[in-house]
């Protein structure tokens, strides 16, 4: 029945008209408090996009730049994923500096890679976080680097000065390598000329005289 | 006799000169065409300075007619010099802004990035050699600039027991090059730039003796760029190629920041360490750390007020 239809029902028989109000307090009750279904239960991909909604500027995506990603290029079946807290010999061995590799005090692999999902990582609460989303598990423990890169004191931008919308923030492992981030020492580029007739100071640099 | 004559018709002649009512401005206007045939003929630097150029007016009384015609001009000259098409543009100050760069002493390693990538970016010459950021190689627990070398040449940095201070133009708001110009060729723009102007600059160097962060340079002879390496975008007031006999410096890249991009030595550091923005700006990054971190002033001192700031993590 349609709510003309009720109208005119109710207008027609008063006795209907009460039930008629209860009804269409009802209907107004289900249209308030509606929801979908699935929003009771979250996906994994609403979780993941959760720690990006959290900042007020976007960050430059990290996954295009992975040299060996996706991971199951390689791991296949369910015979590649040895999830046994163990000495890497034979693969990833250059991968081991951030942790100490197989000190079971100390993190190793899964302390930040998933434990099944290798295309994910993970915080220590749980929580599955996208290759993109590093800097959420960076920031577990490297908390203060965290609130100033959110400040925009530590790490880069890209793009414009102008307003944040105009500008991306380069992720933690952007810049550092995410299993070795102590910067590599390199090489200076060449030293300005020295002027006519001035000798170049010692590498020591200058002492005071006086 | 004859002398007589002569004498006569001479001063005959000069009688009429005189009582002929010459107009000043026909009289002004030849003396000042004597004058600019007098001093470009003998140089012979007649391809140098054109008429317009050498009779143009101070910047700040153009009008954006003429501005533009300067522009055109100087961009045909650049080609019948180094045969390349640039685009030079003045871009004004934006509204509301002021800009403020500040610099992490912290996590500088002193691998001179930015000192050539500004040389890239601004146009700067390569023989001789000059060059708007100089990294000065300090030993740790001092900032005494004088203990600074600006000519270390290591394997790797950063070394030990050192830490690194990049300085470059301050853009001080009490300028003390701008106070010492005689001839008003620097200035301080509205977004608290401190310009030269190329062509009015006389090359006194009074400038260079004033500022305290050593931080302008002079043209000694006509730069030398490689053709495949000039910048095509150009600023008026900042990256177009200088010519002799004039003062240059950091100029925090006008050209990109007054459209919203930041400038050449932020883009290439690796390590994150410049920070620029708009000081008037809340939201600003530059804001965030004069809030939250620990800032010096090089030579505070002096009160020239720089805005160009350090700060510590």
Redesign the interface.
Known sequence: MGFKNLKRACFLKPSLRKLGGLATACLAFIVLTYQPLWAESPTPESTESAPESILSFSVVPRIPKLNMYPCTDCHTGDKDYNNQERILKEEHVEMATHFRNGDKDQRWCHSCHHEKDYLHLTAQNGQIVTFNEAYVVCGQCHGTILR?WK???????VG?????A?AQA?SCTE?HNSHGPK?K??????????PRGKK??S?E????EH | MVDEKKESRSSYLLERTLNKALPRRTFLKGLAVGTAVATLTPAKTAEAFSFSDFFKKHYKELSPQEKTAMLTRIEAETKKRYGIDVKVEDPPPMDGVEFVYCLNLSKCIGCRKCVYACVKENNQSRDPQIQYIKVLEMPKGSLDVHEGNMYYDHEDVPQKDKFYMPVQCHQCKHPPCVKVCPVEATWKEPDGIVVIDYDWCIGCRYCEAACPYEARRFNFTDPKIPTEEINPNQGYLSNRIRPRGVMEKCTFCLHRTRKGLYPACLEVCPTGSRKFGNILDPNSEVRAVIQHKRIFVLKEELNTMPRFLYFFD
Do not use: M, T, Y
């Open positions: 100033d400040k925009n004191i530590h790490g880069r931008r414009k000065w102008v307003s944040p105009e380069a810049c910067f020492h390199q090489k200076p580029l060449p030293p300005p000329q020295l170049a100071p590498q640099g200058h002492k005071k």
